[in-house]
C-alpha cells in the first residue's frame, strides 16, 4: 500500500496541477466551465493513456525501439524540468501562449507539452518498475484524476474570484507559480541523480 501511495504522489508531484493551471492560464480565462471541463477531461484521458502504456512497456521502448539507456532519458528528463524551475523562479510565471484554437483542439495540445513530458513519462516507467501492471495503471490514472480535480477547483475559484479580486489572482498566480518551481527543482535534481547513479552502476 505504500508503494502503492508513494507511486501516486510521485506522478501527481510531477504533474503539479498548481502550476498547470498557472501554464494554462489563458484558456483558463479563455473558457466557459463547461468547455474547460470537457478539454481538459478530454486531455487527462490522452495522458493517462500515454503513462499506462510507458509504466507497462517500461525500459523495452527504449532498449528496443529508441535503443537508448532509460538513465539518459532520466537525465534528459531532469535538465527539462530543472530550467522550467529556473525560470520560474528568476522570471515568474507565464501562461502558455501557444495554447490557442477551438476547444475541440485544445485537448491534444494540453495533453503533450503540459501534462505528457519527459519528467511525468520517467515517472511512469519507474511507477511501472515499482507496481504490477493493475496496480500501475491505478496508481497513475488516480494521480491524473487528482490532477485534473484540482485544476478544475481552481478554475471554479478564479471564475468566482476574479470579478471581485483580479490583482489578488495575479499575485496568487505570482506567488504560486514560483513556489511550486522550487519542488520542481528539486524533484530535476533527484532525477538527474538518479540517471547518473544508474550509469555509474553499470561500470
Not at 11 to 34: A, C, D, H, K, T
Not at 83 to 100: D, E, M, N, S
Amino acid at each position: 500500500m505504500n508503494d502503492f501511495i508513494r507511486s501516486t504522489a510521485l506522478l501527481l508531484v510531477l504533474l503539479n496541477p498548481f502550476l498547470v493551471s498557472i501554464y494554462l492560464m489563458g484558456v483558463i480565462q479563455r473558457l466557459e466551465r463547461r468547455q474547460f471541463t470537457y478539454v481538459l477531461i478530454r486531455a487527462g484521458l490522452i495522458a493517462g493513456s500515454v503513462f499506462c502504456g510507458f509504466a507497462i512497456l517500461g525500459d523495452a521502448v527504449f532498449s528496443n525501439i529508441v535503443q537508448a539507456e532509460f538513465a539518459s532519458f532520466q537525465i534528459f528528463g531532469g535538465v527539462i524540468f530543472l530550467l522550467i524551475g529556473l525560470q520560474f523562479v528568476f522570471h515568474g510565471p507565464t501562461a502558455i501562449k501557444l495554447l490557442r484554437g477551438k476547444p475541440e483542439h485544445l485537448a491534444g495540445a494540453i495533453a503533450m507539452p503540459v501534462l505528457i513530458g519527459p519528467g511525468t513519462i520517467s515517472a511512469s516507467i519507474i511507477v511501472g518498475k515499482r507496481q504490477d501492471p493493475v496496480s500501475a495503471c491505478a496508481a497513475i490514472l488516480l494521480a491524473v484524476f487528482i490532477s485534473i480535480v484540482l485544476i478544475l477547483i481552481f478554475k471554479v475559484i478564479h471564475d468566482y474570484v476574479l470579478p471581485r479580486r483580479e490583482l489578488l489572482i495575479e499575485r496568487y498566480i505570482e506567488i504560486a507559480g514560483r513556489i511550486s518551481a522550487l519542488f520542481v527543482g528539486t524533484v530535476s535534481i533527484e532525477m538527474i541523480m538518479q540517471g547518473v547513479r544508474t550509469w555509474v552502476e553499470k561500470f
